[in-house]
């Protein structure tokens, strides 16, 4: 609210809920809350910083079928929609899609601001609506079971060879060389 934005909704979800409360959940919210306020675009950051799991934005973006413009770089407006330009494994890749669209944003779309002080003392006056997924409609139960966690095993410590015959002549020994 502090960088701008004129009104706040603060979904609610009961501290016993969390641990189970998952992207899809998230991405229903969000579709219900993008039908209900008629948003043409729904901006999402990539990845969650508690489980990594970068479903949100695509799970959004197929429950409202909307196109998706994911791991979006710059954005820019045109008659006919966005023009998005994506990070891709082998590059950049330019997509041209309609509105309404669901962006999800790669670190290097913006320059971050800062709140200032005045600003965050404007928002302390502006609307926060409070609901929780029920207010919505969206059922919260898990559709996903932890069954196990676990640490990676321990690797080997790696070996110091003396030249490319030795490190050959190991790989022999080792079974990874056919010559």
């Known amino acids: 609210l502090a960088m701008g934005a004129d009104r706040g909704i603060h979904i609610d979800v009961p501290a016993d809920q969390m641990a189970t409360f998952q992207p899809i959940h998230v991405s229903k919210i969000l579709a219900k809350l993008a039908e209900q306020e008629k948003a043409d675009i729904v901006m999402l950051g990539k990845l969650a910083i508690d489980d990594d799991s970068n479903q949100a934005a695509q799970m959004t973006a197929s429950i409202l079928n909307w196109p998706q413009g994911v791991f979006a770089s710059k954005i820019e407006k045109t008659d006919a929609g966005l023009e998005v330009v994506r990070e891709v494994d082998g590059g950049l890749e330019t997509i041209r899609i309609n509105l309404p669209a ?58 110091t060879v003396a030249d490319v015959d030795d490190l050959v002549g190991k790989l022999k020994d080792k079974g990874f060389s056919s010559a």
């Open 102 to 159: 669901v962006l999800s944003a790669d670190l290097r779309l913006n320059e971050p601001r800062y709140a200032t002080l005045p600003n965050i003392m404007k928002a302390k006056k502006k609307k926060v609506v409070k609901m929780t997924p029920a207010d919505l409609g969206v059922d919260t139960t898990p559709r996903i079971q932890i069954v196990t966690v676990e640490d990676p095993p321990v690797r080997e410590a790696g070996q």
